[in-house]
């Protein structure tokens, strides 16, 4: 008999390192024929022996094996005992809102992705739930805006677009001495470099669109937490609301994490070089990637993370909108898209695409200028990116 079955989800989680997780984490093989990957359940409904007696399974919104596997993984990497699967990110983001009711208060990332800010105020604050948007750079900076209806702090680390880095322990102090619950956006960062439940954190969400999945074909979004009370709230949502992902999608996000860990080294490894390459650019002013050690809370990056990612922004001298368009335009190996974290190298404008429903004044005060670009770095040969970038900067 293969071993790997005598082997326990938990003991697994116990003994796994993180590279061997994304193989094997909460995974066994089928019970039906021992298939090695999980079968894809393409069904909606599950065949009941009497009323009420099944085989845990009953209708595909409330829960599909194919969706079991998967948020049993996404547990397991991000150390977590629960997962659940959504039909988008937003869609979690969704979820971790409506356990809340109106005139409860939360205190946000002021620099975080445009859909969540959009979802924040043009949805939720019109069923009386008010946003309050800090700078929290330093954890101390929160202190102020809490009050006795203040439910949740919403935090993204590294930021998007900025990359701005917030201690999530030093948030979760604050966040625990108050008895709020603390969601962190990951999606930057994934698993792989850093895991906000083993500092703090009370949920962990995922766009599992970016990196988890990594190739750009499917859309779905993840919560991961410790505590079975939230989690049965959250399962409650999940199942009431009918925000699920499709049998398939979970399918290829499984195929996605078997192969995060080493597309994340690569993503890191040209990431750097990019960065670098950038920072010494004549026609550069300004490179916003957290690995350098001139870049705001570097120390904290280098502390709660494992490497510093593929995501970079960058300005050119003069803050020339025109000459962003221009160099964005004249790509031709990074793709001009929305999106990021696939294995192909994207190129976005913040303030015109990802960040659009964000007013010019607000994205403005948290350095999103209209001339700022931001790249995601690919896991394509690195000098062919470097000279892709330097062909558009020459042009």
Not at 253 to 276: F, S, W, Y
Not at 285 to 301: L, M, R
């Amino acid at each position: 008999m293969n071993k790997s079955i005598l082997i326990s989800s938990t003991e697994k989680k116990r003994i796994m390192k993180f590279n061997t997780k994304t193989i094997h984490g909460g995974q066994q093989p089928d019970k039906a024929y021992g298939a090695v990957m999980p079968p894809i359940y393409q069904t909606s409904t599950f065949a009941q022996r009497s009323p009420g007696e099944h085989q845990g399974y009953e209708y595909a919104r409330s829960k599909n094996p194919t969706r079991t596997a998967l948020e049993n993984a996404l547990a397991s990497l991000e150390n977590g005992n629960y997962g659940l699967a959504f039909g988008s990110g937003l869609a979690a983001i969704d979820a971790v809102l409506k356990l809340l009711k109106s005139g409860d208060e939360v205190i946000a990332t002021n620099d975080l992705y445009g859909g969540s800010y959009r979802l924040f105020t043009k949805v939720f604050e019109d069923f009386g739930i008010k946003f309050h948007f800090v700078n929290m750079e330093k954890a101390t900076n929160i202190e102020a805006y809490i009050t006795k209806n203040t439910k949740l702090i919403w935090i993204e680390t590294p930021t998007n677009p900025m990359m701005n880095i917030i201690d999530i322990e030093a948030v979760s102090v604050v966040a625990k001495a108050h008895n709020l619950l603390l969601a962190v956006d990951n999606t930057f960062a994934t698993p792989y470099l850093q895991r906000p439940l083993d500092v703090g954190a009370d949920i962990v969400m995922h766009s599992v669109t970016k990196y988890i999945g990594g190739h750009s074909d499917l859309v779905m979004g993840a919560l991961v937490v410790n505590d079975k009370e939230l989690a049965d709230k959250l399962y409650f949502i999940q199942n009431a609301s009918g925000a699920i992902c499709g049998p398939m999608d979970c399918f290829l996000a499984l195929r996605g994490i078997k192969t995060l860990h080493v597309r994340m080294q690569r993503h890191c490894e040209n990431g750097k070089a990019i960065a670098e390459y950038l920072a010494n650019h004549p026609k550069i002013s300004k490179v916003y990637w957290p690995g350098f050690e001139t870049h705001p809370n570097h120390d904290i990056a280098k502390k709660q993370m494992d490497d510093f990612g593929g995501m970079i922004s960058f300005v050119t001298n003069g803050n020339d909108y025109h000459q962003a368009i221009k160099i964005i335009e004249n790509l031709k190996i990074f793709t001009l898209a929305e999106s990021l974290g696939g294995v192909e190298s994207l190129a976005g404008h913040p303030a015109s695409m990802t960040h659009a429903s964000i007013p010019k004044e607000e994205r403005e005060k948290t350095g999103i200028v209209d001339a700022l670009i931001r790249l995601s770095v690919g896991i394509e040969d690195v000098d062919d990116l470097i000279a892709d970038l330097e062909q558009a900067l020459s042009a």
